[in-house]
C-alpha cells in the first residue's frame, strides 16, 4: 500500500493538495487577524503576532495511515475515544478497522504537525464515485482552540474536490459536542443515518459546491 504514495497519479494529487492548503492557510491568517483586531489596543498587535507565528509553524500534508506519526496520532485518538465514548470505544468494532482504505488514488490521510510534531490527523475514503466519508479527525488536546481543526477540515474539503468528490458525509458520537459545532458551522447539514456504525449517533454531509463564512 505504501508504494501507491510514489505513483505519478498520487504525484499530480499531491501538487493540487498543496496548492490548496497554501490557500488554507490564507484563510485562516485572515481569520487571525480579524480575531486580533476585535481585541483592540497593543494587546491586539501582540496577539496578531503570536497568532501569526502559530499559523506559520502549521503544517498540513499528506502521509501513509500505516507511518509511525499517523499511528501516534490515531492511539491518541483511541484512547480519548475509549475515555468519552459511554461504553468505551474499540477501533476493530468501527466501520473502518482497515486503514488501506485511505490509500490514494481514491483515499488520502492527512498529518497535522505543529512545530515539527503530529498534533492531529484525518483521513478520507471512497463511499461512492461522488461522496468521500471522512473518518479519524483528530486533534491533540494540547494544541486545541488554535483552529487547527476547521483547517485541518478545510484541507479534508480540498483534497476530495481535487480528487473528484462533490460531497463529504460523516458521523460523530453524541458525546464530540466540539466537533458537531465544527461541522454544523462549517456548513454540514444532519441527515438520516446512511450507515450502521455503532459509535454514531449524528450523521452529517456536505456538498462541496457550498461555501461558508469565517
Known amino acids: 500500500m ?13 501538487e493540487k493538495f498543496a496548492s490548496d492548503v497554501v490557500a488554507g492557510f490564507a484563510r485562516l491568517a485572515r481569520w ?3 480575531w486580533a483586531g476585535a481585541k483592540g489596543g497593543g494587546d491586539a498587535n501582540a496577539t496578531s503576532a503570536k497568532r501569526q507565528s502559530m499559523s506559520e509553524a502549521v503544517t498540513i500534508a499528506p502521509e501513509a495511515a500505516v507511518g509511525a ?3 501516534y496520532c490515531l492511539g491518541r485518538y483511541y484512547q480519548e475515544l475509549q475515555e468519552r465514548f459511554e461504553g468505551g470505544f474499540d477501533p476493530q468494532l468501527s466501520l473502518l478497522p482497515s486503514l488501506d482504505e485511505f490509500a490514494p488514488p481514491r ?8 512545530n515539527g510534531e503530529p498534533v492531529g490527523c484525518g483521513g478520507l475514503k471512497p463511499i461512492s464515485r461522488e461522496a468521500a466519508y471522512l473518518k479519524r ?5 494540547g494544541a486545541r482552540g488554535l483552529g487547527l481543526a476547521r483547517l485541518l477540515l478545510s484541507a479534508l474539503e480540498e483534497s476530495a474536490r ?4 462533490s460531497i463529504v458525509r460523516l458521523e460523530t458520537n453524541k458525546s464530540l459536542i466540539e466537533a ?4 454544523r458551522t462549517a456548513g454540514y447539514a444532519e441527515v438520516a443515518p446512511f450507515n450502521d456504525e455503532r459509535y454514531a449517533h449524528h450523521w452529517f454531509e456536505k456538498r462541496l459546491d457550498q461555501s461558508t463564512n469565517g
Not at 107 to 114: I, Y
Open 107 to 114: 483515499g488520502t490521510f492527512l498529518l497535522v504537525r505543529l
Open 2 to 14: 505504501i508504494d501507491d504514495f510514489a505513483t505519478p497519479a498520487w504525484a499530480d494529487c499531491h
Open 180 to 183: 458537531q459545532h465544527l461541522y
Open 137 to 141: 479527525m483528530w486533534i491533540a488536546p
Open 162 to 165: 481535487s480528487t473528484g468528490y
Open 32 to 34: 487571525l487577524r480579524r
Open 69 to 71: 506519526d499517523a499511528e
